[in-house]
């Protein structure tokens, strides 16, 4: 699925499918993105997980010390450095987010939210156990994923991107349950609380399930001092 990021949801492209976004839909992108802005302290170092061209980055960068946004979409992370190169604390790298080139316990804060777990389309275990690995000690990663009863709107959402050609048609027949299908393979999934709890298990974390707003699903990991 990164390759779908790259080759077709990339730059424009994908801040297209935010400019387009539903009132009610902008409304969950605020409350999620200020829930992150909450957690975030002045002389912090904070990693944005699957940045994309930087959509977060700009007001990540207003309360962190530093931020680093990291995704595999080349054009993105072109485009991302253009539009907010008047942010100074800011930087975009080329990384794969299941092999970072961090050391251990680097970051104040890891964030990866707007369901980016999902569109990684990998290993999730190790993805979450790669962000541990690089927060300090007391450090905290925060995944997201959408609430349950959000699946209307998110629906929605994703219809008016089809629409747009941002999207393959969705394939209802496949779509339910929070999953949701294109005929041109692209396919977004969720994760509920029993899985991220699932996938925090043995890490030597502590675990937190917070709903936001009746939309966003945040798993909020805190990594022992």
Same mark, same amino acid.
């Given at each position: ?60 960068a207003q309360k962190a010390r530093d931020v680093i946004g990291i995704d595999v979409a080349h054009s993105s992370l072109v485009f991302g450095k253009e539009w907010l190169k008047s942010v100074s604390n800011c ?6 987010? +299941?092999?970072?080139?961090?050391? !251990?316990?680097?970051? &104040?804060? @890891?964030?990866c939210i707007q369901n980016g777990i999902s569109a990684f389309q990998a290993d999730e275990r190790q993805l979450i156990r790669e962000s541990v690995r690089v927060a300090k000690p007391g450090g905290i990663i ?24 941002? +999207?393959?048609?969705?394939?209802? !027949?496949?779509?339910? &349950?929070? @999953? ?46």
């Amino acid at each position: 699925m990164s390759d779908y990021y790259a080759d077709r949801l990339f730059s424009e492209h994908l801040k297209k499918c935010y400019e387009i976004a539903p009132p009610r839909v902008r409304r969950y992108l605020r409350a999620e993105l200020d829930h992150v802005l909450e957690k975030i302290g002045p002389g912090d170092l904070v990693l944005d997980l699957g940045c994309g061209y930087g959509r977060t980055i700009g007001q990540l960068a207003q309360k962190a010390r530093d931020v680093i946004g990291i995704d595999v979409a080349h054009s993105s992370l072109v485009f991302g450095k253009e539009w907010l190169k008047s942010v100074s604390n800011c930087q975009f790298v080329e990384m794969n987010a +299941l092999r970072l080139g961090f050391g !251990d316990g680097c970051f &104040d804060v @890891v964030a990866c939210i707007q369901n980016g777990i999902s569109a990684f389309q990998a290993d999730e275990r190790q993805l979450i156990r790669e962000s541990v690995r690089v927060a300090k000690p007391g450090g905290i990663i925060l995944f997201s994923s959408y609430a349950e009863k959000f699946w209307p709107q998110r629906l929605h959402w994703f219809e008016l991107q089809a629409s747009a050609g941002l +999207l393959g048609e969705i394939d209802y !027949d496949k779509s339910g &349950d929070g @999953v949701i299908v294109c005929r041109d393979g692209f396919k977004a999934t969720t994760v509920s609380p029993d899985r991220f709890l699932s996938l925090t298990s043995g890490l030597k974390v502590e675990t937190k399930i917070v709903e936001v707003d009746g939309s966003s699903l945040f798993c909020e990991i805190t990594k022992p001092g």
